[in-house]
């Protein structure tokens, strides 16, 4: 049975020849000694709950401390590697760059190298074609001779038809 501050303050007890009722003031004593131990259990089950609950707090806290942490540091480490991707691409980039400069480059060059050597192999069509146009134009002119030749030894055509004599065969023919 509870018992309230008023209630207290407020309970008289019977009177009697020499002064208070004995009895009343034991019952009235021994129920506020199990209203005290009552209130005396619930104040430590408070205090044990309110313990529970601070240091469950506090390990929220340091959960949550640590949670923060962990997330900026993920940030951090996010943006670091957002840095070095960047700069990991500029360098590929920059490297693509300068590998097709050297593809132009090389190209340039095996471009003006085979432009020279497509003059070198006209200069020397030229040549060849020159080159062969005169031992033709010799040839040309070595037949022209041999046919002038021929009409001037016209008169000597009946001797290139006549047969030759076993004697001239074995000894072979001298001509003037």
């Avoid at 959960?63 to 990991?88: D, G, P």
């Avoid at 300068?98 to 192999?121: F, H, K, N, P, T």
Wanted: net charge negative.
């Amino acid at each position: 049975m509870r018992i309230t501050p008023i209630e207290i303050q407020q309970h008289q007890f019977k009177t009697r020849l020499f002064g208070y009722d004995t009895a009343a003031v034991d019952t009235f004593l021994e129920m506020l000694a199990d209203e005290l131990e009552r209130l005396h259990k619930q104040n430590n089950e408070l205090k044990e709950s309110l313990a529970r609950t601070r240091t469950a707090l506090e390990q929220m806290r340091e959960r949550e401390k640590a949670l923060q942490e962990t997330l900026m540091t993920a940030q951090q480490i996010t943006e670091e590697l957002k840095s070095n991707a960047r700069k990991e691409a500029e360098v590929l980039v920059a490297e693509a760059h300068v590998e097709g400069e050297q593809v132009i480059r090389d190209a340039a060059e095996r471009r003006l190298q085979l432009i020279s050597e497509i003059q070198d192999l006209k200069r020397q069509k030229i040549s060849f074609e020159c080159g062969l146009r005169a031992l033709v134009e010799s040839h040309l002119k070595l037949l022209d001779l041999d046919v002038l030749q021929l009409d001037d030894d016209a008169h000597q055509t009946p001797l290139l038809d006549q047969p030759l004599s076993k004697e001239e065969l074995e000894d072979g023919l001298e001509l003037p």
